[in-house]
C-alpha cells in the first residue's frame, strides 16, 4: 500500500469513527435514561450497553493493541450492566473520550506502521486489521442503536435524502 494512500485511508478511519461517535450521541441524546437503559428481551442488549461496549472495545483495541498503552476490559460487565441507569451524559463520556483518544492514536500513525502486528483480544492481527475491525465494528453497532432509538422514539433519524444524498450537504457518505 501506498504511504499516500494508508494515510488517506487512516484519515478516513478517523472520520469515520468520529460520524458514528456523533451518531450515537445523537440517539443517546433523544432517549430518558429509562428508554437508555431498556431491554425488549433477554437477548437484546440496551443503548447503553452498545455504548458501554463501544467504548470498551475501542478502548482495547486502539489504546491498547494499537498504542501499547496498558488497558484493562471487562468485556462481560459491558453486556451486563443493568442497575447503573446513568443518564445520557455518563453514559457518552466515555466513549467521546476514548474516540477522541483513539483518533489521536491513529492520526499518529505513520503508514510503514500498518504491518505491525500484535495480540488483541486473543487475536493475532496487524494495526491496518485493527483499525478497520474498530470502524466495522463501531459501524454494526452504531447501526443498532439508530435502529433501537427509530424504534423507541418512532423517530426519523435519516442523514439522507431521497436519492441518497446527506441533508447536511457534508458531501460525505
Not at 484519515?11 to 428508554?35: F, K, M, N
Amino acid at each position: 500500500m501506498s504511504h499516500d494512500l494508508a494515510l488517506g485511508e487512516l484519515s478516513h478511519a478517523c472520520e469515520r469513527l468520529e460520524h458514528y461517535r456523533g451518531q450515537v450521541a445523537r440517539c443517546v441524546q433523544l432517549l430518558s435514561v429509562e428508554e437508555l437503559w431498556s431491554q425488549p428481551n433477554a437477548h437484546v442488549n440496551s443503548v447503553a450497553n452498545l455504548v458501554l461496549h463501544l467504548t470498551g472495545n475501542v478502548r482495547q483495541w486502539i489504546i491498547g493493541g494499537v498504542a501499547g498503552i496498558p488497558v484493562e476490559r471487562d468485556r462481560p460487565a459491558e453486556f451486563a450492566a443493568r442497575g447503573d441507569h446513568q443518564a445520557a451524559p455518563d453514559v457518552l463520556a466515555g466513549l467521546t473520550a476514548v474516540v477522541c483518544d483513539a483518533i489521536s492514536v491513529l492520526s499518529e500513525l505513520q503508514a510503514a506502521e500498518l504491518t505491525e502486528v500484535s495480540t488483541i483480544q486473543g487475536y493475532e492481527v496487524s494495526v491496518q486489521t485493527a483499525v478497520l475491525h474498530v470502524v466495522e465494528h463501531f459501524a454494526f453497532h452504531a447501526g443498532q442503536i439508530v435502529h433501537a432509538t427509530k424504534w423507541i422514539k418512532d423517530v426519523d433519524l435519516s442523514l439522507y435524502d431521497s436519492q441518497g444524498q446527506r441533508m447536511d450537504g457534508s458531501g460525505h457518505p
